[in-house]
Structure formats: C-alpha cells, structure tokens
C-alpha cells in the first residue's frame, strides 16, 4: 500500500477531515499553473520548457502530482502479474472511501476476524451489476482493520468482455470467476473475496433480497481445503438495495450478451445515470473464520464435507444479513443523509 | 561416448538459425543438419544446410538415413509472410508436421523430438484462468486457423508419442516473441505510427525475449521432457503500460469497428492483424512456467516487463512524457 492510501486510511481521520483534505479540487495551483504556462508560451518558449518552468511556481505537492501523472504517462508505473495497479487503486480510493463514507454510510463489524497474515477467503453475499460490493469490502479491510491489506476479488466473467469495466476491473485487484484463478491467489497467500452466488446474485428481484441464493456446487469450499486458507463469511446488507431490479428483459440480455437486463426504477430510464446506485444503507459484517487447513487438501475431493461446510457458510451468511436487516433500520433514510456530516465516531459507537 | 546428432526444421527463420548456431557451438553435439525451402540469411557454420519443402517426401528417406537423435520442429507458420497464401501456411503447418511425424516413426535412432509450438492453442478469453497451466489447453474450442492447426500439430504428435514410448516428444507453447532481431507480427504491430487498440481494453499480454526463446529450445534439447511446457517471460505487462513504455501513439478504435481498422491497415500495407492477434488485444494471455523452471530447469533471463524494456532501448524509442519529465526541476 501507498503511504498516501495508508495516511487515508488513518483510523483517527474522520470523514470530514478527509472531505476537505484529498477530495477538494486543487484550484489554485491548477490555475497557477496555467498563468505559469501561458506567461512561459507568451515569452516564445517551446511548450516544454514553458510547462517546466510553470511547474517550478507550484506548491510541492501538486509538482509531485505532476510528476506522478507524467510517470504514469510514459508508462512508468507498476501492475503484479495480475494486473493489479496499485497507483491506479490509489487514484480511484477518494472516490470509494466517499461512497464508503458519504453514499453509503458503511458500518463494518468483525473487520479483525480477518487473517492480518497470510491467504484466506472472504465469502459474500452478492448483489448488485457493478462490483460495489467487493469494492466496499476492500475499502472496509484496507481503513478498518488494524493491518490494512489489499482485497483480491473474482469477479463474473462478463465483466471482462466489456470495455473500461474490464481495465477498472484489473487493475482494481480482480480476476476472473475461474478456480484456477482463485487458487493461485490463494497459493500466493492473497486475501480473496468470492461471491458464490454469481449471476444469480446479481439477478435477484427487489422481492428476494437477502434472500440467499444457491451457493453453485460449494467449488469455494474446494478451494479453501485445496489451499487451506480460512474461510470467512462476509454479509453485507445494502448492497442489495442500489439496484431494485423490478424486471428482465431476456431477449435485451441476450442482444448485449449480459446475463440480465435489468429494469430499475433509474435504469434505463435514465440512460447511463441508471448506473448510479441508489443511496442505501450499508453494513458489512465480517464473521468468525471458518479454519480448513487442518482437514488436509485431500478433503477437497470428499463431496459432503464440501457440501456440508458450504452449507455451513451459507447459513451463517443468511442468518447474519437477517440479523443486519433488523439492526440496521430503514434501508435508505438514517440520521446521517449521504451529504449530511457523517462523523465516524458516532457511527462505531 | 559419442555426440548428439539433432536436425532443425525451419532453420532459416531467426530463430531457428540461433538455435541452429547454438547447437553448432555444443561441443556435446557431434551434427547439426537445417532443413528448410530457402537458405539461411546469414552463413551458418558447422550445420549441414538441406534445402528442401519440409511438405516433400524427401524427409522420410533422409532422416532415417542420417543417425539424427533428435530433431527439433521449428517449420510452423505464425502468419503467412508476404506472398505466402492462408492455405500454404496451412499446409505447411499440418502436412509439413504429417511428413516429418511420417519420418520419425521410419527411423529407428530418433529418441526426442523437440516442438516449437504455440501457446496460441489456449486462445484469449474474457474468463480465461489468468495464469493458463499445461493441462488446460483443451478449455475452449480452437477459434481461428492457426489454433486449429496448432491443435492438429499437438495432435499428431500426442498421438506418436503414445505409439512410441520411447521417443520423448517436447510440445514446448511458445508465447509472442520480442526482440530487437525479430520481425514478427507483434514487432511490426507495435511499431506502427499510431497502433489501434480496442476501446475500453487493457489486456495483460506476456511476452518471451528472443534470447530467452532460443536458450529454452536449447535447454530443452539438454533436458527433454515429456508433454507441453510453457514459454514465457514470467510476469505480464498491460498493453496500455507496453506502448507507453515504447512511446507509441495509442489509437484506441471501439472494439466492434477494430477488425474493419485493422483490416485496412492491413491493405495500406502497414501491418497484418491476424485473428488471434485480435482476440489477444482485446483479452490477453498469461501462462503459468512453473513447468519450464522447474522440470526443464530453464529460467527465463528476461521476465516480460524486462523483454518490453529490452526491445525499446534497442529501438531507441523514447515518449514525449519522458521528455517532459527530464526538463521537470525535482520535488
């Protein structure tokens, strides 16, 4: 992790330093920048030298910005063999942290329960087209948990095949749904969240939310026994409000090769607005870990263990987010509205 | 103890030629015979040249003859070179395997044959396993002709190696090449003014140096072992991060319009696109080399990132960026 994504995610911050701090829009040096630019080309210097020139008037900070963005630009930055950017993961974390903080209002329970140390597999609840979920869970880990850690995450292959989704994807830490992914992760001892429940997840109906779905042929408990990691149950309750699928229209689905196409009440009323999620209430629970390294991989292979412990999780799962459901009230209205000061510190109480 | 005696198929492709002379330089190799339809560009020294149509029947009445222990197959066509129809690479590829198969099975002192084959076999897939391991190759059908003769190759020589138990055959999947020397299709690609990516993609892409290409053949020759071994440098580098690095224009063109663009780069001459290409711009391709490190104990001098880095400084290429950033004062 970054200095400047671990100073972020500082546990003393609150959510209204950190509105002011890195989220304001850097005006006045930008603006400087320009008058710099503009004085340098007006004295008939070349475009470079007048840019070089204009940088020296900078504050120091926004000149490392610089300099960082034209690193990136000549392709002077860092991806893993997965394609995770930890730059880019930077860039985009004020955005996440102020849906964290602000659109949501994510309350996160349990984040110790997961391994500081080493591989394990986050199991989650799934909803929802956009991968919101496995991003709030990274963000959860990365501020709330004393060793803050990177989140790796499969996603469903679809979003592969699209385009900026599947770049976002990548370099955010994602890797397609296959078990072969999962497994090398895991080997490599990453920190990996699945969502068992896959497309069905996501194609849930508004009626059957946090109604959990079929967790496949439990291939994640597989995984685990393969590659001994814990397995923690993850619930997340909210995630299932952003998107309030009323409808499908299959035959849609079938035309852009999406697994549904759903009708929201913003979607596709409001053309690409409709990808705004809805401002729901969020809280993510992060259950005890399941250990697996002491039944050896072999156990993998041992169809009712495998069933058994995937059911096992499952319900832990259901049984929290029903217990999330009732605790966290009404699903969008709370004392803190999304643009309201939400101050941390009330909310851990 | 006498010395190996290994003939090279295709030996007057670069690589096979480096591959060729490496051998020649092994005081462990007594032989070293190339065949191929057109002579080597540069002299090859202590190697038996043959000029001969791997397609021909002339294989089959010369290896058996020549004592050869083991040969290396490096006669399959990536893409069709200039005046080279779909249907000649086509058949060199699968009838030009089919004769040299054919002649192995009449000769008694063959004990290894070594493939250059490719990992285009696994295809590029938005679900694919990242990292694609050996036994994975049969996970989604062959899409375009080379994999099917890719397929075919591996094919025929599954199946003669299930014949001859004693004959250890190497199917060693190669992915692109990169090298200052090279002149392949993803060299000239990357060099074009301006390259056309698809639109909203950014596919990790791995890449094997073109010393590390030769060495691995030559260490395989040292060490052949059975079944499919992976060729790569290890690690993968993003295209976007590839043609920045190289400081290459990018010009992305939305992914449905792609194969209309490239395909009219390919009619002004700039540059052959072909369908795997296409696919691997879009979805990308990694493998896993364990295989390679640890059964043929070769590992790769150059890890992708390193090959890309190796094939800008030769090409003296350098972006505006970097320009930029060395007239920007310190922090």
Same mark, same amino acid.
């Given at each position: ?21 890195? !989220? ?102 799934? =909803? ?5 979920? =496995?991003?709030?869970? =990274?963000?959860? &880990? ?8 990177? &989140? ?67 291939? @994640? ?14 619930? &997340? ?48 629970? @992060?259950?005890?870990?399941?250990? !697996? ?45 999304? @643009? ?10 | ?71 290396? %197959? ?15 690479? %086509? ?41 694609? *391991? ?74 094997? %140096?073109? %010393?590390?290409?030769?060495?691995? *053949? ?43 663009? *490239? ?69």
């Amino acid at each position: 992790m970054s200095p400047a994504r671990r100073q972020r995610s500082g546990r003393a911050q609150t959510a209204a330093d950190g509105a002011r701090g890195p !989220t304001a829009l850097p005006l006045r040096p930008a603006v400087a920048l320009l008058r710099g630019l503009q004085g340098g080309l007006g004295r008939g210097l070349g475009p470079l030298e007048a840019l070089a020139g204009a940088a020296l008037g900078l504050p120091r900070e926004a000149r490392a910005g610089l300099e960082g963005a034209l690193r990136r630009l000549e392709g002077d930055f860092s991806e893993d063999e997965w394609g995770f950017d930890e730059g880019f993961a930077d860039a985009v974390s004020p955005l996440l942290e102020m849906m964290y903080d602000r659109w949501w209002r994510v309350e996160a329970l349990g984040v110790p329960n997961v391994p500081a140390h080493g591989r394990a597999l986050l199991v989650a609840n799934h =909803a929802g087209v956009l991968p919101w979920d =496995a991003a709030m869970i =990274a963000v959860a &880990v990365m501020r709330e948990h004393p060793l803050p850690r990177n &989140v790796r995450f499969l996603a469903l292959s679809w979003a592969f095949d699209l385009p900026w989704l599947s770049t976002a994807v990548r370099k955010l830490g994602g890797a397609a749904a296959s078990p072969y992914n999962a497994i090398r992760l895991l080997e490599q001892d990453q920190l990996v969240a699945v969502f068992p429940e896959g497309a069905r997840g996501i194609g849930k109906d508004w009626s059957e939310r946090y109604r959990l779905q079929r967790f496949g042929r439990g291939g @994640f408990v597989e995984i685990a026994l393969r590659t001994g990691a814990p397995i923690v149950p993850v619930a &997340v309750v909210g995630s299932e409000e952003i998107y309030p699928k009323l409808a499908d229209v299959r035959p849609l689905a079938k035309l852009v090769g999406a697994p549904y196409f759903p009708i929201t009440p913003t979607f596709p009323l409001l053309g690409p607005l409709g990808a705004v999620p809805l401002p729901s209430r969020w809280r993510i629970e @992060f259950c005890e870990p399941i250990e !697996t390294a002491s039944l050896g991989s072999e156990a993998a292979d041992d169809r009712r263990l495998v069933l058994e412990l995937a059911e096992r999780v499952r319900e832990t799962i259901q049984e929290r987010l029903l217990t999330g459901v009732i605790e966290r009230g009404s699903a969008f209205v709370g004392r803190r509205g999304p @643009f309201r000061d939400a101050r941390r510190s009330d909310r851990l109480r | 103890m006498p010395g190996r005696r290994v003939l090279v198929t295709g030996v007057s492709s670069y690589l096979g030629t480096q591959v060729a002379r490496g051998l020649a330089a092994d005081p462990s190799i007594e032989y070293v015979a190339g065949l191929d339809d057109r002579p080597p560009r540069s002299r090859l020294d202590g190697v038996e040249f043959i000029e001969a149509d791997i397609r021909g029947g002339r294989l089959r009445e010369l290896l058996p003859r020549s004592g050869v222990d083991t040969v290396i %197959h490096n006669k399959i066509v990536r893409r069709p070179g200039p005046g080279m129809s779909p249907r000649a690479a %086509h058949e060199v590829n699968v009838i030009g395997t089919l004769e040299l198969v054919g002649a192995c099975e009449r000769s008694a002192s063959v004990a290894a044959i070594i493939v250059r084959g490719s990992a285009g076999i696994y295809g590029a897939e938005p679900d694919a396993p990242q990292f694609f *391991t050996e036994e994975l190759s049969r996970l989604y059908p062959l899409r375009t002709a080379f994999q099917r003769d890719v397929g075919e190759i591996e094919s025929l020589f599954g199946a003669f190696a299930r014949r001859n138990r004693e004959v250890v055959c190497t199917m060693l999947r190669y992915q692109p090449a990169i090298g200052p020397s090279l002149d392949t299709q993803i060299t000239q690609f990357l060099s074009l003014p301006a390259v056309p990516t698809p639109l909203g993609f950014d596919p990790r892409l791995q890449l094997v %140096h073109e %010393h590390d290409a030769v060495a691995a *053949t030559l260490a395989a020759v040292r060490r052949p072992v059975r079944g499919a071994v992976n060729v790569a440098g290890p690690g993968t580098i993003g295209l976007t991060r590839l043609l920045r690095r190289a400081g290459r224009l990018a010009l992305p063109v939305p992914a449905p319009l792609f194969d209309t663009v *490239t395909a009219a780069s390919r009619r002004l001459g700039l540059a052959t696109v072909s369908p795997d290409l296409r696919r691997l711009l879009r979805y990308g391709r990694a493998v896993d080399t364990t295989r390679l490190t640890e059964e043929v104990g070769f590992t790769p001098r150059f890890s992708t990132p390193d090959a890309v880095e190796d094939w800008v400084r030769a090409r003296g290429g350098r972006g505006l960026a970097s320009a930029v950033g060395e007239l920007l004062p310190g922090p």
